[in-house]
């Protein structure tokens, strides 16, 4: 079939992996910013996102003589800090990202949330391509910046080659033991059925005009169907934050679709539907992302893909990780307003009728219910009284402490991603409430089993 190429949009692209992986400093590395550096600690606080036009990505990949061949606008990359909040998220019951870039450590090979990814990646049916990442960490590593990862290769010495090959063969095996046929990217015949590796350098930034190029020809030859714009609109809240001069904001991602200044939107919150009246859009400049300060660009319409800001009242109970909806014609507001609460109401079923049981708390919405699923689960089998999506708050701590005395083991809060204010730390600590938190799902049962070890002794 013929591909009307002027109705493209861009495909939109999620980085995973284990924690220093190095996603932060791939992203940097293609934008030619400084996240990682600014980082507390290097660790990526919000979730941030790149656009990147056709162009830059043709400039960059120009040694790989590709340029005439793409035909979407350009690539819309995600960085997450805890990547199940990232996979889960929703756009009207479907994943949010059309491609994902699963990064390894080649001195590492599979880590606990490599595995925890590519399961996430399996369940939501999304294509990936792997990111064999630090290649320039191999002994005697010869650089040369930018360049193509062959024609790098080519020019190391026996040794690093040598290396190379080891590690490489290792990691496929790795891989094949998670079910998996992985094959370097420039000798798989079959992709589609042998997942692509591509060996980067996120410092050198050798091996990322292929990782690029092999993104968008991937995402345009497979999913045309997909990435044609569609007018419907599908867009996503990914972030939920307090800006100084605009109130609190959501940071979204336009899937398909227009959104406009004034349109009446209703999006999911912790108290019920919000319905508001869109007052700016606003956008980073090109090539920075929502995390780099700078000041915004103000618009009157956004095509899909893209991400950036929406400004409007009464966004403060927001939920990250639900669906955004336009209302196109009043009559149909109290529909709308039934199904932006649908996400909720499918993870409140969830919540144990007896009462007893522990609190589970996590940044998003899609990152709660996967929590939720896996305490199901008959291996972990951990029964759930309360839930809540956010920062931990005295108000979440006034819940959980209710177990004190029912059922004291269950008077803990599990929070993944999420942290407790102070207040809310020093009113658990005096009413003996015990909070686990971490960004790594299984640590979290991890900590509550070894509570639980230590109660019934
Ligand atoms: P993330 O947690 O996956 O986002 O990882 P970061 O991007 O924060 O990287 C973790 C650490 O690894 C940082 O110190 C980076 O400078 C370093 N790093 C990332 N990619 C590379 C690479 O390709 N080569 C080398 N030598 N170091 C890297
Ligand atoms: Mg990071």
Same mark, same amino acid.
């Given at each position: 079939?013929?591909?009307?190429?002027?109705?493209?949009?861009?495909?939109?692209?999620?980085?995973?992996?284990?924690?220093?992986?190095?996603?932060?400093?791939?992203?940097?590395? $293609?934008?030619?910013?400084?996240?990682?550096?600014?980082?507390?600690?290097?660790?990526? &606080?919000?979730?941030?996102?790149?656009?990147?036009?056709?162009?830059? +990505?043709?400039?960059?990949?120009?040694?790989?003589?590709?340029?005439?061949?793409?035909?979407?606008?350009?690539?819309?990359? $995600?960085?997450?800090?805890?990547?199940?909040?990232? !996979?889960?998220?929703?756009?009207?019951?479907?994943?949010?990202?059309?491609?994902?870039?699963?990064?390894?450590?080649?001195?590492?090979?599979?880590?606990?949330?490599? %595995?925890?990814?590519?399961?996430?990646?399996?369940?939501?049916?999304?294509?990936?391509?792997?990111?064999?990442?630090?290649?320039?960490?191999?002994?005697?590593?010869? @650089?040369?910046?930018?360049?193509? +990862? &062959?024609?790098?290769?080519?020019?190391?010495?026996?040794?690093?080659?040598?290396?190379?090959?080891?590690?490489?063969?290792? +990691?496929?095996?790795?891989?094949?033991?998670?079910?998996?046929? !992985?094959?370097?990217?420039?000798?798989?015949?079959?992709?589609?059925?042998?997942?692509? +590796?591509?060996?980067?350098?996120?410092? !050198?930034?050798?091996?990322? =005009?292929?990782?690029?190029?092999?993104?968008?020809?991937? #995402?345009?030859?497979?999913?045309?169907?997909?990435?044609?714009?569609?007018?419907?609109?599908?867009?996503?809240?990914? /972030?939920?934050?307090?800006? /100084?001069?605009?109130?609190?904001?959501?940071?979204?991602?336009?899937?398909?679709?227009?959104?406009?200044?004034?349109?009446?939107?209703?999006?999911?919150?912790?108290?019920?539907?919000?319905?508001?009246?869109?007052?700016?859009?606003?956008? =980073?400049?090109?090539?920075?992302?929502?995390?780099?300060?700078?000041?915004?660009?103000?618009?009157?319409?956004?095509? #899909? #893909?893209?991400?950036?800001?929406?400004?409007?009242?009464?966004?403060?109970?927001?939920? #990250?990780?639900?669906?955004?909806?336009?209302?196109?014609?009043?009559?149909?507001?109290?529909? @709308?307003?039934?199904? @932006?609460?649908?996400?909720?109401?499918?993870?409140?079923?969830?919540?144990?009728?007896?009462?007893?049981?522990?609190?589970?708390?996590?940044?998003?919405?899609?990152?709660?219910?996967?929590?939720?699923?896996?305490?199901?689960?008959?291996?972990?089998?951990?029964? @759930?009284?309360?839930?809540?999506?956010? =920062?931990?708050?005295?108000?979440?701590?006034?819940?959980?402490?209710?177990?004190?005395?029912?059922?004291?083991?269950?008077? !803990?809060?599990?929070?993944?991603?999420?942290?407790?204010?102070?207040?809310?730390?020093?009113?658990?600590?005096?009413?003996?409430?015990?909070?686990?938190?971490?960004?790594?799902?299984?640590?979290?049962?991890?900590?509550?089993?070894?509570? %639980?070890?230590?109660?019934? /002794?």
């Amino acid at each position: 079939t013929e591909i009307d190429v002027q109705n493209l949009r861009s495909p939109i692209c999620c980085i995973l992996g284990h924690v220093d992986s190095g996603k932060t400093t791939l992203l940097d590395q $293609i934008r030619g910013t400084d996240v990682q550096g600014g980082e507390a600690g290097g660790i990526t &606080q919000q979730i941030g996102a790149t656009y990147f036009p056709a162009d830059n +990505i043709k400039e960059r990949t120009k040694e790989l003589r590709a340029d005439a061949k793409l035909k979407v606008p350009g690539l819309l990359v $995600i960085d997450t800090p805890g990547h199940q909040s990232f !996979t889960n998220l929703r756009s009207r019951g479907s994943g949010l990202c059309d491609i994902a870039v699963l990064v390894v450590d080649i001195m590492h090979g599979l880590e606990p949330q490599t %595995i925890e990814s590519l399961n996430l990646l399996k369940m939501r049916n999304t294509e990936f391509i792997i990111a064999l990442n630090k290649v320039d960490r191999l002994y005697g590593w010869k @650089v040369f910046p930018n360049a193509p +990862i &062959q024609q790098s290769l080519k020019q190391q010495s026996d040794n690093v080659q040598s290396e190379f090959k080891w590690r490489l063969t290792d +990691i496929i095996t790795q891989f094949k033991e998670q079910g998996l046929n !992985t094959e370097l990217y420039y000798k798989n015949k079959e992709m589609g059925e042998t997942y692509s +590796i591509v060996p980067t350098s996120a410092v !050198t930034g050798e091996g990322i =005009p292929d990782l690029l190029l092999l993104l968008l020809k991937w #995402a345009q030859k497979t999913m045309v169907e997909k990435l044609t714009f569609k007018d419907e609109l599908q867009s996503t809240v990914l /972030e939920v934050k307090v800006i /100084e001069g605009l109130g609190t904001t959501i940071d979204v991602v336009l899937v398909n679709g227009v959104l406009r200044v004034g349109d009446q939107i209703v999006v999911c919150g912790l108290e019920g539907p919000i319905v508001t009246v869109v007052r700016a859009l606003l956008t =980073p400049h090109p090539m920075k992302e929502l995390r780099v300060k700078g000041k915004y660009m103000k618009h009157k319409e956004i095509k #899909a #893909a893209q991400f950036f800001k929406v400004a409007a009242p009464g966004l403060k109970h927001a939920i #990250a990780g639900t669906a955004l909806y336009v209302v196109e014609n009043l009559d149909d507001l109290e529909d @709308v307003k039934e199904v @932006v609460m649908e996400d909720m109401k499918s993870i409140m079923c969830r919540v144990d009728k007896s009462g007893e049981g522990v609190h589970v708390q996590a940044s998003t919405l899609g990152s709660l219910e996967a929590l939720l699923e896996l305490l199901k689960s008959p291996e972990v089998d951990i029964p @759930v009284s309360g839930i809540s999506i956010g =920062p931990i708050h005295t108000k979440d701590i006034k819940k959980a402490s209710v177990m004190v005395e029912r059922k004291n083991e269950y008077a !803990t809060i599990l929070g993944f991603d999420v942290k407790p204010t102070p207040e809310a730390q020093e009113l658990a600590d005096k009413l003996g409430v015990r909070i686990f938190t971490s960004d790594i799902i299984y640590h979290l049962f991890d900590q509550f089993k070894a509570f %639980i070890d230590v109660v019934k /002794e």
